[in-house]
């Protein structure tokens, strides 16, 4: 059994994710904002831990993180505008990273998006450029820290049921179902051929236990 902690944790991705960790014997912390969420995260197996990360500090966080095995990142500002989309998926991102490293929580995975990268092609006119912009920030500064990183690229979210096959690659084109984004962060999480991995994929045909094996 590992400890893993979920950034986010009343999320559609977080909250399949947690119920799925927990099914398979992992003990699961689920940060969240707002104490009215308590029962929804309780009712997946986790436990709810009140932590607004957009708030907290590096210490803080470290503080929240401190003896877990893994960190999953499924928060985002949810179309705050701009300036909270950089507040948390840029700032508080990058911090819980630095928060991750000094409380010794090495494994960290990101969920991102399909085609994240700092030359994304939007223009500043375009309603997504803050997201695009925080998410390529983030994603590139994990890159460049020492934490066994696996970064999530998911296509168009859905609320479709799990198929448990996807396609992997930044040419895949179609949607992805939220319980399969969950079902592959469970997978990432157990198999360390994908530390270093950008993993971009869709709903497809491949197994996803298949597909996550076959990475390199």
Known sequence: MTKIAIIGGHGKVALHLARLLTTDGHEVSSLIRNP?????VTATGATPVLAD????????????????DAVVWSAGAGG???????AVDRDAAIRSMDAAAQAGVNRYVMVSYQGS?????AS???????????KAAADDYLRGTALNWTILGPSTLTL????????????????TSRENVALVAAA??????????????TDGDVPIGEAIAAIR
């Open 124 to 134: 500043p006119e375009d309603g997504m450029f803050a997201y695009y912009e925080a």
């Open 160 to 175: 479709n049921a799990a198929t448990g096959f996807i396609t992997v690659g930044s040419d895949a084109r179609g949607d």
């Open 80 to 86: 705050g505008g701009a300036e909270r989309t950089y």
């Open 188 to 201: 990432v999480l157990i198999d360390n051929n994908t530390v270093g991995a950008f993993i971009e994929f």
């Open 53 to 68: 990360v957009q708030n907290l500090s590096v210490d803080q966080m470290a503080t929240a993180l401190a003896g877990h």
């Open 117 to 121: 990268r700092a030359d994304h092609g």
């Open 36 to 40: 009215d969420h308590f029962a929804d």
